[in-house]
């Protein structure tokens, strides 16, 4: 074979290699990926066995612990739909009531289990757009 | 003192726009005295980023909460140490600490270039004033660090207990040396492209800065990863977050292209490749920049509703498209002088090395913006999890380690079969005996976890190899004694044998991550003084609480107002191995409706992990008491009913009492993860090599000194 037709070979099969590998990525990511979702849309799309990332508020008053288990409310950013979870595993230290949190979920029977250690707990305190400073002066 | 700020500020913006408009001046109509005024005012920028820096700081230190941001993120019980380091934890701190690293970093590569490559010179003054200049007007007209309220309040609201953390104080530093690092390649190499000087010259006025961008960046990650370890109570170094994955890409990126430039600088090859990726580096920094400020992607890190997407993403299209314009209309210059002669030489496994790094920086982009991907394309948000990024860069990492044990001693061009068995022989029988070993000893069968150690020995064997033959070539010159001759070896070949450093360092991390991950044990649970539990080998009890009040005997010096914590006893066999004391920290907070006593607890609670480090293995511990219990409700609320807010410190005392004579149960989580101290030693081993690679090598200052008296004599000897 000539070295130009050599060339194009291997380039044809470089490329094409990295199509399937790339079509792979990104056939697998939308497969394995979980949807982000409110608790108002969490209960009318939810089906069992699959797992969703529920993002929304603590509800006050809703946080106890029995044992290793962590149950808490979430509910919709203004209020509304409340979704009660069992969750398991790391908890962050922000994690309080009224914060929002992430949490990836999953519908078993009636019931909505938080996955372990997926609780990540959005930071108030960084980058926040209205200092108290300002609010204590208007 | 922040009206001067603010003048600075304005300054500073006026400063960088004749600046870009000098240098283009100057390069354009070959007008010399413009394009050296243009680099000045590069200099002139730091001095007036300096000095709005310095007033900051200060403003931090002497607790003026005048300043917004300093109201917002210090206080008095803040320890002094943070309120140094609280400068950089805003928005507008963190953009002003940007912009002067930039000013900072563009004046010292401006000023070594000051000789060579005007015409590129300039234009790199021209793109580096422009990114100073968008920093700057963010500060000017989105987010200025001297806003100031009147009167000022009496106390700050703190800094954030979770950055109270001894690094703190390195890491964003660290970060943004690399993020602004990055910019100075991609400056030059605009340059090179806007004044159509393509040669190899560029590439070797960036090496050193490429190389330094590389260095902090890694550094900075690794201080992250360590922060998250022992600062985050959840045991982790590594969560494929969206604000870690933005700090990595550009440093794989910035990876691939310290291999391929040498392939420019021996063969002329690859400048398409070469060029790109150093503009897909610096622009893949600002956009980790952008994604901490944007609030566009859910992270434990960047949050708050922060307003500077427009600016950024007008800024990133710009780059990109830039690039793109550039790379292609300048393509004819951009040709091979060479072509790859041999599938097996070491041009050929760089090349594969550089397919595995964007490999693997295209996964990790594709993983941390798939939520906007799929909003995009199927109009739902989701997000891809750890498991995912795992099954993509875990095989990636293998071939990389791999690579980096065959890199370093294949043949240039074409490598022979003599050749390869001369080089390969003793570091694959290595490896193979580490298979051996491993399987033979009963190691738990993860395979992933067993073909990375084997990697690991091939690369140290291949290295070790290395050094060995190069070291036994110069005893045989010049009859030295082995550790003398090593030294002169090193001294002699910085680049290559720094080089090697690194990629022992890089075997060692990655061994580490494997190891830790792989064989880990944890456990949660609750215990009641006196119980104890099993994690892997050894057996954790819980022996009694403890507590500290007050700022002022707070043991881990972070301003937490009461602590609560455990004495922990570690055996192992019934051997003592080590007394460990994690703790939870309670923090003041301003809000007054928490009442007298509670808002001096009501701030975030933060762990205080304990852990005994060792070469072998890493127990890890940390707490989370239980202060809710009805005991320590009533004493909260008697305080708040009775206490005014200057003696509701005594309150604090009645807790920490009740908490030591009435322990309620207290959640653990304990881990035992082996070999993970392999991590920050394998980082330290890097940063060391990385030195060597980057100092100026003796010879080359010397050449440079020589030409410039030469030069000198020249001069005189016309002048005569």
Known sequence: MNPARKRTVRLVVALSAAVVLASALIYTSFSAASPALSPTQLVHEAQPGRSYQLTGTVVQGSVHREGAVLHFGVEDRVGGTTIPLDYTGTVPDPFREGREVIVTVEKQGDQFVGERDSLITKCPSKYKTAPPSEKQNS | ????????????????????????????????????????????????????????????????????????????????????????????????????????????????????????????????????????????????????????????????????????????????????????????????????????????????????????????????????????????????????????????????????????????????????????????????????????????????????????????????????????????????????????????????????????????????????????????????????????????????????????????????????????????????????????????QKPFAIAMFCCGAFVFASIGQEFFRGVRARRAMANEAAPVALLALVRRNRRRYGGYIVHIGIAVLFIGVAASSSFQHASELGLSPGQSTRVGAYTVRYVRPTATVTPKYDAAHTGSTLSLGAVLDVTKHGHHVATLLPSEGYYASQEASQGSVGSLIGGQPVSHVALDGGVTRDVWTAIEPDIETPALQRIVKIGNRTLPPEDAVVAIGYLARAYLQHPPQAQFHFIVSPLVMWIWIGGLIVFGGGLIAIWPAPSAVRRRVSMRSRARAAHGLARA
């Open chain 2, 1 to 444: 003192m922040a009206g001067l700020g603010r003048l600075c500020l304005l300054l500073a913006l006026a400063v960088c726009a004749y600046g870009i408009g000098a240098s283009l001046y100057g390069v354009r109509r070959g007008r010399v005295e413009f394009s050296e005024s243009g680099r000045r005012s590069v200099y002139a920028l730091a001095g007036i980023l300096t000095v709005a820096f310095v007033i900051l700081e200060i403003a931090f230190l002497r607790n003026d909460f005048a300043f917004n941001t300093v109201a917002d993120t210090s206080s008095r019980t803040t320890p002094a140490f943070y309120r140094a380091a609280a400068v950089w934890s805003s928005q507008e701190g963190s953009l002003l600490l940007w912009a002067w690293l930039l000013s900072l970093w563009a004046s010292l590569a401006l000023f070594l270039t000051r000789k060579r490559m005007r015409d590129v010179a300039a234009y790199a003054t021209a793109i580096l004033l422009g990114f100073g200049g968008f920093f700057v007007s963010l500060m000017v007209f989105y987010a200025t660090p001297f806003a100031t309220t009147r009167p000022a309040p009496a106390e700050g609201v703190g800094l954030d207990p979770l950055l109270r953390f001894p690094t703190m104080m390195i890491h964003p530093p660290m970060l943004y040396s690399g993020y602004t690092l990055c910019t100075i390649p991609l400056a030059f190499g605009m340059g090179a492209l806007l004044a159509r000087r393509v040669d190899a010259e560029w590439i070797r006025a960036i090496r050193r800065f490429a190389f330094a961008a590389w260095l902090f960046l890694g550094i900075g990650i690794l201080l992250g990863a360590r922060w998250s370890y022992s600062e985050l109570g959840w045991g982790g170094y590594w969560g494929w977050d969206a604000v870690e994955n933005a700090s990595l890409m550009p440093w794989l990126t910035g990876t691939a292209f310290l291999h391929s430039l040498m392939i420019q600088e021996k063969r002329g090859m690859l400048k398409v490749w070469n060029v790109s990726l150093v503009l897909a580096t610096g622009t893949l920094a600002i956009m980790g920049t952008f994604l901490v400020r944007s609030g566009i992607l859910n992270s434990i890190h960047a949050f708050g509703g922060a307003t500077l997407g427009v600016p950024f993403v007008t800024l990133i299209g710009v780059l990109i498209a830039g690039s793109i314009y550039l790379v292609v209309s300048r393509r004819d210059m951009l040709r091979s002088e060479h072509r790859l002669d041999s599938l097996l030489s070491r041009e050929s496994i760089f090349l594969a090395n550089n397919l595995v790094l964007v490999g693997l920086c295209f996964v990790i982009f594709w993983g941390t913006y798939f939520p906007l991907i799929s909003k995009a394309l199927t109009g739902q948000e989701a997000s891809v999890g750890p498991p995912w990024f795992d099954r993509y860069t875990v095989p990636l990492a293998l071939v990389l380690v791999l690579l980096s044990g065959i890199g370093p001693v294949i043949a240039w061009r074409r490598a022979t079969l003599a050749n390869a068995r001369r080089n390969f022989l003793a570091p694959v029988l290595v490896a193979l005996l580490t298979l051996a070993v491993l399987l033979a000893s009963g190691v738990q």
